[in-house]
């Protein structure tokens, strides 16, 4: 089922909860996924950091305080993990 053949928001929805695949055509602005949540702390935060994006906001907080962050950030790469975006994408989008 292609986006433009759905008629509704119902059908759209009914789609996407999985009772078929999706595919990227099916996807619309404004679409929305909810996933898990999970808790970090400043140790993982920089652990992760400072092994795979080793970017100054996201190893200390004193330099960080002087970014757009206003504080320590955690790495997209690590929230999106941690999220379980693409496991869940994966298995909403194409039924993997």
Known sequence: MKANDMTDTHARSASMAGKSPI????LAVGDQFKSGEHA???AQITSFA???????FHLDDAAARDTL???????GWHTGGQARIWPVLTHKLFGY
């Not at 595919?23 to 099916?26: A, G, K, Q, W």
């Not at 400072?50 to 100054?56: E, H, M, N, R």
């Open 23 to 26: 595919y990227l055509d099916d």
């Open 40 to 42: 970090m702390d400043e």
């Open 50 to 56: 400072a092994q795979f994006d080793p970017q100054p």
């Open 69 to 75: 962050f206003g504080g320590l950030a955690a790495s």
